[in-house]
Structure formats: C-alpha cells, structure tokens
C-alpha cells in the first residue's frame, strides 16, 4: 500500500503542550479506528508551524477523508516514491 506525506500548516505548532498533542492523537486514532479503509498512521513531525505526517493509505482520498473528518488542515499530500538513506550511498 502507498506511503505518503501530508504538509499541514498550523501557526505555532510548535507551542503546543503534550496535553494538546495528546487530544489531537486521541481523536486522529479515534477516526481512523472508525474509518472503513484501511489507513495507518506511521508517525508525525511537529516544527513551528506545520506538522508533516507519514500515513500508509490506499490513496490520497482516504487521507483527505480522515483530515475533513478530524477537521485536520491539508496543505498538501504526496505520495512516497522512494526512501534513501545513507545505506544507498553504498
């Protein structure tokens, strides 16, 4: 299934508490538990003002799905082609 990315532009995210990050897990978990298609959370980044999330999902509807459900914001979602590291080096 593809991996993809989704940019979201949330001014001071990085001020949130781990309480805030806690409630905004809870209720992304909760959605996804509920959600028919098969989408997964991997994990997620928080800088000042974006969170990048990593999900597995059957496309990108599924995520925009789960975003409009959580009221989430999207700034965009890409789909994951490759991964590289310093392994690939060589």
């Not at 959370?41 to 999902?57: F, G, H, M, N, Q």
């Not at 975003?67 to 979602?77: D, I, W, Y």
């Amino acid at each position: 299934m593809p991996k993809y990315i989704i940019e979201r532009e949330i001014p001071e995210a990085g001020l949130l508490t781990p309480q805030d990050l806690q409630v905004i897990s809870q209720k992304s978990c909760a959605i996804l538990n509920n959600m028919e298609s098969s989408i997964q959370w991997l994990e997620s980044y928080v800088t000042d003002d974006k969170v990048y999330c990593l999900y597995i999902a059957p496309d990108e509807a599924a995520i925009r799905m789960h975003a409009k459900q959580g009221e989430f914001p999207v700034t965009r979602v890409a789909q994951i082609r490759s991964v590289i590291d310093p392994t690939t080096a060589e």
